[in-house]
């Protein structure tokens, strides 16, 4: 009996793992609790207008359209970025804990990349109008390599709130002694303080 019992635990930790995501709604859509008026105006999103006449951008940029950002967005399973890649510019390797990526790219090159749970490296360029999907969790990143021109994406989450984790403001941007930081890296808390006074203001 006890055999069968792990047996149905093992499978029922299985299949929701599979199915891991934004919780289904019992609705057509979730009405916010503020007394806001559903109507189509609800379910439009003007804030990526800013883009059509920005100036270009000195350093890399997102512009989220997700739950925070969208209301009408949530139970929805899905969100989106604009992301704004000046020349030689990086976005530093980070997580999305709830949903993959799919990566567009509208404009430029770019250099992508993720690292599995194994460590390995998957790595690509990217030439305008090519498509990169991020799996759900793993540790990744967009360069763009180019010294003389940006390079514009656009980024599909599956999830209304994908969330973010930058891994070098959640290692050194946080309360973690610094000999723990020092060990963990084999090196001395000198470099990690110094590590930490580079990356200071830019969480």
Do not use: C, W
């Not at 006449?53 to 899905?78: I, R, W, Y």
Request: glycine content about 8%; hydrophobic content about 45%.
């Amino acid at each position: 009996m006890k055999t069968m019992f792990f047996i149905v635990v093992l499978i029922l930790s299985a299949l929701s793992e599979s199915m891991a995501g934004d919780p289904d709604i019992l609705a057509d859509f979730i009405v916010p609790q503020d007394n806001t008026t559903i109507d189509g105006n609800f379910f439009t999103y003007t804030g990526m207008r800013v883009l059509l006449d920005a100036p270009e951008a000195k350093t890399f940029k997102v512009l989220k359209a997700s739950m925070a950002e969208f209301p009408a967005l949530n139970g929805q399973s899905v969100s989106y970025a604009v992301l704004d890649f000046p020349p030689g510019s990086v976005n530093p390797p980070h997580t999305h804990p709830r949903a993959s990526e799919l990566l567009f790219l509208v404009d430029g090159t770019l250099e992508v990349g993720f690292v599995d749970t194994t460590n390995k490296l998957f790595t690509q360029t990217l030439k305008t109008g090519d498509m990169f999907v991020f799996p759900k969790g793993l540790v990744h990143f967009q360069y763009n390599g180019d010294k003389k021109n940006e390079a514009l994406a656009v980024s599909a989450f599956g999830s209304a709130n994908a969330g973010t984790v930058s891994v070098p403001n959640s290692v050194f941007n946080t309360t973690i002694d610094d000999g723990v930081l020092a060990l963990s890296f084999k090196t001395d808390v000198y470099t990690i303080q110094k590590i930490k006074a580079g990356l200071a203001g830019k969480s």
